[in-house]
């Protein structure tokens, strides 16, 4: 399995399983899956109620604790110190686990600097190994990060070889940040990738799928990549990805893809804000 290195030394998987819209009747058995095709890297969060299924899988499979890297998340109703402090207790209770690898803020709203304080507090008592944010765009994370002590480690985004997030780069590179995928098979325009004519033919050069092309060409920019799916076929399809590398031309073809530099979502719309707010405030 190929790793980053974070700002702070912490070694993390540059491919990993993601929990997202896994429901909790079917967590457990997903995760247990996961470890079993391979995956070190499990990403879940407060807010997809799935964390107790995630530590059950873990805790089941035999695995060793420092063999597995660990991601949640802190959602809005939890935003502030004290709220936020106690969630991370609660995480760490339904996760069954005496630490988590990675902590993140999940949306950008709220007293997102309450919860950093609340969360630098629990990296520096070892309940944290490292911490960061999550779907902050490039002003609000350079706002965010020039003001915190500990700077954002990871800003995990919506990415992927149709939205490939160019743009907020740099601003990651000056704080040390590195980036993380979500959605990066393309989330409800997955056929955007995995029909892609260039990634299909690029695939068949090596014996590869469309999706195995789309996650390598990730991993080889250094941003990490949390596919979800399901079925364990597709799982271990996923993960199958470290046996080719693409080449630079290859690479600079695939970049031509790119729709939405900054995303699907437009974290700044009023409504979407309101929503959120008045539904998790």
């Known amino acids: 399995m190929d790793k980053i290195k974070l700002s ?32 070190r890297l499990i990403d879940t969060a407060q807010a997809y109620y799935n964390e107790e299924g995630v530590g059950a899988a873990i805790k089941k499979s035999g695995i060793p604790r420092n063999d597995i890297f660990l991601t949640t998340k802190v959602w809005i109703s939890n935003a502030g110190e004290e709220k936020a402090s106690r969630s991370i207790d609660q995480s760490l209770k339904k996760l069954g686990m005496d630490y988590i690898d990675l902590l993140l803020i999940h949306q950008a709203y709220g007293d997102v600097f309450g919860s950093w304080r609340a969360m630098e507090k629990a990296y520096r ?39 490939q997030q160019r743009s907020i780069e740099p601003v990651l590179n000056d704080f040390g940040a590195r980036m993380m995928a979500w959605g990066p098979l393309g ?16 695939g068949n050069h090596y014996g590869k799928t469309a999706a195995q092309v789309a996650l390598r060409w990730l991993i080889q920019r250094g941003i990490v990549a949390i596919p979800k799916s399901t079925h364990k076929e597709r799982m271990e399809q996923n993960f199958n990805i470290f046996d ?24 700044n719309n009023i409504q979407f804000v309101k929503y959120l707010i008045e539904t998790y405030g």
Do not use: W
């Open 187 to 202: 989330g409800q325009g997955v056929d955007g990738v995995v029909k892609s004519e260039l990634l299909t033919g690029i």
């Open 244 to 267: 080719f590398t693409l080449t630079e031309e290859e690479m600079s073809k695939i970049a031509e893809m790119n729709e939405h530099d900054n995303g699907t979502i437009n974290f």
């Open 125 to 163: 008592d070892g309940k944290v190994r490292a911490i960061g944010v999550s779907n902050f765009q490039e002003a609000r994370f350079f706002d965010f990060a020039h003001y915190v002590d500990v700077k954002p480690m990871i800003n995990q985004l919506q990415c992927n070889v149709l939205i």
């Open 8 to 39: 702070n030394g912490v070694e993390m998987p540059l491919l990993g399983y993601g929990a997202f819209q896994v429901t909790p009747q079917e967590c457990e058995r997903c995760v247990s899956d996961a470890l079993s095709a391979g995956y």
